[in-house]
């Protein structure tokens, strides 16, 4: 009787281990947050301030893994989170490209829209810009002036969104570019040099010489308060009102009562005075979208992103 009691309290405690592990609070181990980009731009800053709240508000270790390269599609970091068990360990930090149109362009592990998201927190502050010197202070006058001279345009790439918009807004307003150029580097010597006469960049790396350069228009959802009088892309054409943004993304399984705890750390973080401080040096839109907010977004873009590829086919 005595053995059977002693065997039976064994198994009622590896019962109860067994399910105490199995019933681990999220998270009891070490979280990544993967940016497929390198280190020292405006989503690995961010994302590194969200894993730091997250350390201290879990008492976990909480670290961002660069994933940099890939070129045009899905960069190496989306096929680790995609891959992963879905148990909140492991948390993308993408721009557009991957949940909008990673699923469509033959990478296996990407094939089925497995991305949901957080929620997104920042907007990239792009603008297209030229010299204070420029015979056209608007986009319409630009566009008057290419109509007639060759302007040679500097982008970061031709997959990019608002190198795309660009592109799409030439069409609509009835002029080519004379030449366009990608750059992995585009601010004021680029266009002291005259490397380019009107570059799409991003206004923090123009911010040493805003008074000697003319901002034409903001590829942003709102006017950027560094830039107040120039319009949103938006404004001067609705059927290119997209910005390029950067969200957290998990696997569509993941519990929501993870997604819940990642994305509570995440708001609180980018809400705070030392994330809003970026926004205010750097012209970017630094906020907090929830999971239903950034998938009416994501929906919207995948609907303008159709009109803009309309445009350039």
């Not at 795309?164 to 080519?176: D, K, L």
Request: contains cysteine; charged residues 20%; glycine residues 10%.
């Amino acid at each position: 009787m005595k053995t059977k009691t002693i065997l039976g309290g064994a198994l009622a405690l590896s019962m109860a281990t067994i399910g105490g592990a199995a019933l681990a609070e999220y998270p009891e181990k070490p979280v990544s947050f993967v940016v497929p980009w390198p280190p020292g731009d405006l989503e690995d800053v961010l994302t590194r301030m969200i894993a730091e709240d997250f350390q201290k508000a879990y008492g976990v270790s909480a670290a961002v893994v660069n994933k940099p390269g890939g070129g045009g599609g899905p960069f190496p970091g989306a096929i680790e989170v995609a891959t992963a068990p879905a148990d909140g360990y492991t948390v993308g930090s993408f721009v557009p490209a991957v949940p909008v149109i990673g699923h469509e362009i033959g990478i296996d592990e990407l094939a089925d829209e497995v991305f949901e998201p957080i929620g997104i927190f920042l907007t990239y502050p792009f603008v297209i810009a030229t010299s204070g010197d420029a015979p056209y202070s608007s986009m319409g006058e630009l566009a008057e002036y290419a109509k007639s001279n060759d302007v040679a345009l500097g982008h970061f790439g031709q997959v990019l969104t608002p190198t795309q918009v660009t592109m799409a807004y030439a069409i609509n307003a009835g002029f080519e570019w004379g030449s366009d150029a990608a750059f992995d580097a585009l601010d004021c010597n680029t266009l002291a040099s005259g490397d380019a006469d009107v570059i799409n960049t991003t206004l923090q790396l123009i911010l040493p010489c805003l008074d000697k350069v003319k901002v034409l228009t903001a590829i942003t959802g709102d006017r950027i308060p560094l830039v107040p009088d120039a319009p949103t892309i938006g404004e001067l054409d609705s059927s290119l009102d997209i910005a390029l943004w950067n969200g957290l993304f998990v696997h569509k399984d993941t519990p929501a009562d993870v997604r819940e705890k990642i994305a509570a750390v995440a708001e609180k973080t980018v809400m705070s005075d030392r994330a809003q401080a970026i926004a205010k040096e750097t012209g970017a839109q630094v906020y907090w979208a929830d999971a239903e907010a950034s998938a009416a977004i994501i929906a919207q873009d995948k609907a303008t992103g159709a009109v803009i590829s309309g445009i350039l086919e």
